[in-house]
Nanobody
Framework: EVQLQASGGGLVQPGGSLRLSCAAS????????IAWFRQAPGKEREGVSC????????TYPDSVKGRFTISKDTYKNTVYLQMSSLEPEDTAVYYC???????????????????WGKGTLVTVSS
């Protein structure tokens, strides 16, 4: 059974940084991708990054490119999302999700993933 647990959310000031973690278990092989999504109040869920576990290749939408970095620690079965230059508009519940398919902008745009973890709240405010 695939299980994902996101953590690391909290309150951060505008311009600050935060690192989220996604602990994954039950991924029998590394032919999965893991993506980060977020959902702000009253808005649709959107993808903000994705990483292919087999080769470490990444995908980002333009909205976060250059500010967010996704990475993986294979030995810890953990995927990270390093966020910098945070803005109040980044306030949302952040989720990690796994899928057998490779990363794509389409999957990020449509919040398309097979396995979801519970979210962690990120609040950017002074």
């Amino acid at each position: 059974e695939v299980q994902l647990q996101a953590s690391g959310g909290g309150l951060v000031q505008p311009g600050g940084s935060l690192r989220l973690s996604c602990a994954a278990s039950g991924l029998a092989r590394d032919d999965y991708s893991i993506a980060w999504f977020r959902q702000a109040p009253g808005k649709e869920r959107e993808g903000v990054s994705c990483i292919n576990l087999n080769d470490g290749s990444t995908t980002y939408p333009d909205s976060v490119k250059g500010r967010f970095t996704i990475s993986k620690d294979t030995y810890k079965n953990t995927v990270y999302l390093q966020m910098s230059s945070l803005e109040p508009e980044d306030t949302a519940v952040y989720y990690c999700a796994a899928d057998r398919r490779s990363c794509s902008l389409g999957r990020l745009y449509f919040a398309d993933a097979g396995y979801w973890g519970k979210g962690t709240l990120v609040t950017v405010s002074s």
